[in-house]
């Protein structure tokens, strides 16, 4: 069960976008949100404190839950690069018995994805956790995703099994049905496309998918299926690492 969910925020103007799914998810398992900051080198970080603590409360008084808001001050000498924000998201998740992560996600593909980065594939890489990636900007400011049909990306890795473990869970929150696709049906190059058409011909509210971290270059510039799929998927992407990497880079 998705007992304590974590909503990472940094100064992205549509991070605060996942906290109405992650408090939904978080009222339906009577569980602990946990909107975690993490500061920037440019950012008062008194005056972050007191916002994140202002928005915990608005989310405590809407839905009735416990929300713990803390602020990840990181050192001022050092850039807050996607891979900094990643690892201290990763650290304060593994210290707190996080069973999910919920964040939106630009999406960003191809040599613009090398140039920038991005937190959220930053942080795939490196966790365990579950991380239900929203699309960024979400369809409706403020409010929460609802999911009735999640899609599982199935293979016949051993992990599999897992996987569609984790979609039941969070399918059994929102009394959602669960479907499966064969990944081994389609070729690396084409079962990306095939998912997601899919998904969207079923009505899909979600894609359950697996991922290995694998070399950088190699990932950035051909992609796993799991990759293909967040960055082109019009609908939010539950993702499980199950051979996650030591350090991001």
Do not use: W
């Not at 103007?13 to 009577?30: K, Q």
């Not at 369809?139 to 979609?167: T, Y």
């Not at 049905?177 to 979600?206: K, N, Y």
């Amino acid at each position: 069960m998705f007992h304590n969910v974590l909503v990472p925020l940094d100064d992205s103007p549509t991070a605060e976008d996942a906290i109405a799914t992650a408090a939904d998810v978080s009222s339906r398992t009577g569980g602990i949100l946990h909107i975690v900051h993490v500061a920037h080198q440019s950012m008062d970080t008194a005056t972050t404190l007191r916002r994140s603590r202002r928005l915990a409360e608005t989310v405590r008084k809407r839905y009735g839950i416990p929300v713990d808001a803390e602020i990840v001050a990181c050192d001022p000498q050092v850039r807050l690069t996607p891979a900094l924000i990643a690892t201290e998201v990763e650290q304060y998740a593994a210290t707190h018995a996080i069973a999910l992560i919920v964040m939106t996600s630009r999406c960003l593909g191809g040599v613009e994805r090398m140039r920038k980065g991005s937190v959220a594939d930053s942080l795939i890489r490196i966790t365990g956790t579950p991380v239900l990636i929203l699309k960024s900007p979400t369809p409706v400011r403020g409010l929460a995703l609802d999911f009735q049909n999640i899609l599982v990306a199935m293979d016949a890795s051993p992990s599999a099994r897992d996987l569609a473990a984790k979609a039941r869970t969070l399918g059994t929150l929102f009394e959602a049905d669960i479907t499966g696709i064969d990944v081994d049906c389609f070729s690396r190059a084409t079962a990306a496309d095939a998912i997601i058409a899919q998904a969207v011909e079923t009505g899909a509210d979600a894609i359950a998918v697996g991922t290995r971290t694998t070399g950088e270059l190699r990932r950035m510039l051909v992609g796993s299926v799991a990759d293909r799929i967040i960055r082109a998927s019009p609908i939010p992407v539950l993702v499980c690492n199950y051979a996650p990497a030591a350090t991001v880079g």
